[in-house]
């Protein structure tokens, strides 16, 4: 056996042992260093944190492709405690590089055939996932495991434990807090809401908890569209999940009493009717109070958490964007309450209005000629005078506009608010 195989089987048992030792590991990374100059191991462990240091990664990662790769086609043959030793160093192999899918597959082979254990395995790819947060293939795997056990759970009518979901979102945030606009982290996020949920009896406390926490998570990454993105998806949750029955009175008092500046009446449905008129149809309860919800999120949004966020920090896109969110979906909310049709006509030349040009066919820009504003093609079709609604954006759009009088993302957003969702 060579040097460099004996250094590399030495410090794949290293890694292992602490690995198994200890369940508190917080985070694994690997330690830029030109050469072996300590002449120590190159495995550092201190407080809950592994690391390795760089110069031994060349040596360590061949050895373990020469025998992974070598051992990949006969897997379904090797010997169970063969599996075990083949499992160590694929561990290892992981650290380094997450982004092979093989590597990732071959574990997956090794828990279907009870070599590997759940729980064990979701705690491995949280520390890769701290030293590679971006890594789709950990999420992945992260994902085939939790379906593993929700179909188990299924199959037994059991519910889902709202630890488990708990101990997920402490993964995502680890995740997103370590790289900025972490799609793959939020994405996963939104995976354990669409699948977790189902199986929780718990879904209006839970989807209220994760609106507080994004509100939190906005006020600190102001400028991440990830984030709203993903406040975006639960509003939209609100409204169209049916299991939501209960009223969020942060959200309702603040639109009762601060903006409309009425008393509570007792009946939160008389807020629907007064903001968007009485309804042709007599609607379920749960949808009415849905709807309630979703109307005083969006309002909410509208007035605080973009208004004061603006106030301290002016010019981001990402709130710009999200504005745009608001206005589209409380400019929708009458037709939708009243099951009237809200027409979209969004083309190519309405993308190129946002930037204030127009294009030719051949899909250059076109300085030439300018769109003419009074083209009704370019407008949806709102005739929302009558709705109460309706007046508190036209005050709240005029107000911001001559708060932001001097913001270069006011002039593309007002052509936005006219020309694409002809709101004057």
């Not at 090794?110 to 520390?127: M, P, Q, R």
């Not at 603040?254 to 903001?275: E, H, I, M, P």
């Not at 010019?315 to 608001?326: C, D, G, N, T, V």
């Not at 504003?373 to 949806?380: A, T």
Request: glycine fraction near 2%; charge should be neutral; proline fraction near 3%.
């Amino acid at each position: 056996m060579s040097e460099g195989n004996a250094m590399s089987i030495r410090i794949i048992k290293i890694i292992n042992d602490i690995i198994k030792n200890d369940h508190e590991l917080q985070e694994f990374t690997i330690i830029p260093t030109e050469d072996n100059t300590r002449n120590k191991s190159p495995v550092l462990y201190e407080e809950h944190n592994l690391g390795l240091e760089s110069w031994c990664i060349k040596h360590v990662y061949e050895y373990a492709c020469s025998v992974l790769f070598s051992q990949r086609k006969q897997l379904s043959r090797t010997p169970h405690s063969e599996l075990e030793k083949l499992n160590r160093i694929l561990i290892v192999a992981i650290l380094i590089n997450p982004e092979v899918g093989t590597f990732w597959n071959m574990k997956r082979e090794l828990v279907e055939k009870d070599v590997l254990n759940t729980d064990d395995e979701l705690y491995f790819s949280k520390i890769v996932l701290s030293h590679k947060s971006k890594s789709n293939e950990a999420f992945a795997y992260r994902r085939w495991l939790l379906s593993r056990i929700l179909n188990k759970m299924a199959a037994n009518h059991m519910a889902f434990p709202t630890h488990f979901l708990q101990a997920e979102f402490q993964v995502v945030h680890m995740a997103s807090t370590k790289c900025q606009n972490n799609y793959h982290s939020w994405n996963h996020r939104i995976w354990c809401m669409e699948n977790i949920l189902t199986y929780n009896h718990n879904i209006s406390q839970i989807v209220y908890s994760e609106l507080n926490y994004s509100q939190e998570w906005i006020n600190e990454h102001v400028s991440e569209h990830t984030g709203y993105h993903y406040r975006q998806y639960l509003i939209k949750l609100v409204k169209e999940h049916k299991r939501i029955v209960s009223i969020y009175e942060s959200f309702y008092n603040f639109v009762v009493k601060s903006l409309l500046k009425t008393s509570n009446d007792g009946d939160w449905r008389n807020l629907l009717d007064y903001l968007l008129g009485k309804p042709n149809r007599t609607r379920l309860l749960e949808e009415t109070c849905s709807y309630v919800n979703y109307i005083s999120i969006l309002l909410y949004d509208l007035f605080i958490l973009i208004d004061q966020i603006n106030e301290i920090y002016p010019e981001h896109e990402a709130l710009y964007s999200h504005r745009k969110f608001l206005i589209h979906h409380l400019l929708k909310a009458p037709h939708d309450y009243h099951g009237s049709e809200f027409k979209s006509k969004f083309n190519s030349e309405i993308l190129q209005l946002a930037d204030g040009r127009n294009v030719t066919d051949s899909g250059a820009p076109d300085r030439s000629t300018k769109p003419d504003p009074s083209d009704n093609k370019l407008k949806m079709s709102v005739k929302q005078d009558d709705y109460v609604l309706y007046e508190i954006l036209s005050t709240c759009e005029r107000n911001f506009a001559a708060k932001n009088s001097n913001s270069m993302q006011l002039g593309r957003y007002r052509k936005w608010s006219k020309h694409v969702m002809g709101f004057e």
